[in-house]
């Protein structure tokens, strides 16, 4: 049966704070924090679980390579993986931070998907995102590019290489879908930022184009909506920092968008039963919007057919966003119930529950079960993680080598377990 299904990035075993994400504000803030790797994939794990207790498949991609010894040699770094990274490590420790990071965790960035039912071949298309804007994030796609063709073997997925790095790409970070039911058609929304602001505009509408081309979807029925430049001024990287869909509801910050009017008109003329929560910066400042990621929430549909969102504590322990949390769920309209989950270590890099799962609306039975979770499974990977993934990692220890042959040692453990 074809359902949403949620990819969660396992949070890798060198998560660190290195802030290398010019433009993102949790990660420029924690700078040189100390990390707890092994609570950050316990935490990742626990929200997992929750989805799982709210009725939603769930499933998970792995951490990469990290260090990245590959990319190192390419660099010029030459001997065994030790060598590689020592010598990496003395001569640019920015450099090996980049190669260390554990950034393929947000899984929102992975790729673009457009479900079989928008898709003019009828299969459903994912295109690997090049993340080409930041060093640490354009060396994920070949990995990920590999775990996907991987994961979604089966014919009815077509998956699809990253962009020419040329335009910038960041997946499904910037791409809404709104339709009635998951399973049916819907209006593809990409939304990409325009330069000039004082960061990084990090999706360029070329891409969200080229991807909308391969993907084979209507034109008719897709939108390129352009990111108001005060949002991304404001720290909104991404466009899911500031707006969220899920089957007929869009729910968004005023300022998200540069034309919201021009948005409006156009979801009321493709999906007349689309509803758009427009939360106004006079109940919630957008600062306040990006300080508790309000918007960087699941928007789930669950059991009966009613709307809930997973949101981090932080948006609990925000006053202004807390009210208006409450004050929606009183409401009528089709958001019923919130949640809080703990994601605070991903978070600090300025990933939320958002960030870091990949919707992929499509059968289970057609994807990889070895990406698929389960009880058990979660049992098994929380034991894992318990054993091998380092309890913290501070500026000073990127360099030890311990911590990379320990790094290493995790990732050959969750493979061996996975069968992978
Ligand atoms: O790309 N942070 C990530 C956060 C990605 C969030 N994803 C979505 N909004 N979908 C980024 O900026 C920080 C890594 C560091 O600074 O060490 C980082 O890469």
Not at 125 to 143: G, K, Y
Not at 198 to 212: G, L, M, T, W
Not at 226 to 253: K, M, T, W, Y
Not at 298 to 327: F, N, R, W
Request: aromatic share 6%; charged share 20%; proline share 6%.
């Amino acid at each position: 049966m074809i359902r949403e299904i949620n990819f969660d990035g396992l949070i890798g075993p060198t998560h660190n704070y290195a802030a290398l994400s010019f433009g993102n504000l949790a990660s420029a803030s924690n700078a040189g924090a100390i990390s707890r790797p092994r609570d950050a994939a316990l935490q990742g794990l626990a929200k997992m679980r929750f989805a799982m207790g709210l009725g939603l498949t769930q499933g998970f991609l792995l951490p990469l390579e990290r260090p990245n010894s590959a990319w190192l040699r390419q660099l010029g770094f030459a001997g065994t993986d030790a060598q590689v990274c020592a010598a990496a490590h003395g001569a640019d420790p920015r450099l090996f931070a980049q190669a260390c990071s554990a950034s393929s965790m947000w899984t929102a960035n992975a790729g673009t998907v457009s479900p079989a039912a928008d898709c003019t071949d009828g299969r459903t298309h994912i295109s690997t995102a090049n993340l080409s804007r930041m060093t640490h994030r354009s060396i994920e796609h070949p990995e990920t590019e590999a775990q996907l063709r991987l994961a979604f073997a089966h014919p009815a997925f077509a998956v699809h290489a990253a962009v020419p790095a040329t335009f910038g790409d960041e997946g499904a970070a910037n791409h809404m879908r709104l339709t009635t039911h998951h399973g049916e058609p819907g209006v593809e929304v990409f939304v990409y930022g325009e330069e000039g602001g004082k960061f990084p505009a990090r999706q360029n509408c070329r891409a969200s184009e080229a991807v909308a081309r391969r993907h084979g979807l209507d034109p008719a029925r897709t939108l390129f909506v352009a990111q108001s430049p005060a949002a991304i001024d404001a720290g909104a990287f991404h466009n899911d920092v500031v707006a969220v869909a899920n089957e007929r509801v869009l729910f968004a910050h005023e300022h998200a968008f540069a034309d919201p009017a021009a948005l409006k008109a156009d979801l009321a003329r493709l999906l007349p039963e689309a509803i758009i929560i427009e939360v106004p910066a006079s109940a919630v400042s957008l600062a306040d919007a990006i300080r508790s990621y309000l918007f960087n929430s699941q928007l789930v549909t669950v059991a009966g057919g009613s709307m809930a969102l997973i949101l981090p504590q932080e948006a609990h322990d925000c006053a202004p966003v807390k009210a208006y949390l409450d004050t929606l769920v009183a409401g009528n309209g089709p958001i019923r119930a919130v949640h809080y989950v703990q994601v605070r270590e991903s978070m600090r890099n300025g990933g939320g529950p958002a960030c870091l799962r990949l919707r992929v609306v499509a059968d289970p039975a057609t994807v990889d079960p070895r990406f698929l979770l389960d009880a058990a499974k979660a049992d098994r990977l929380e034991a894992l993680i318990a054993a091998h993934w380092p309890e913290s990692i501070g500026p000073a220890d990127l360099g030890n080598p311990a911590l990379w042959d320990q790094a290493c040692a995790a990732r050959r453990a969750l493979l061996a377990a996975l069968e992978i």
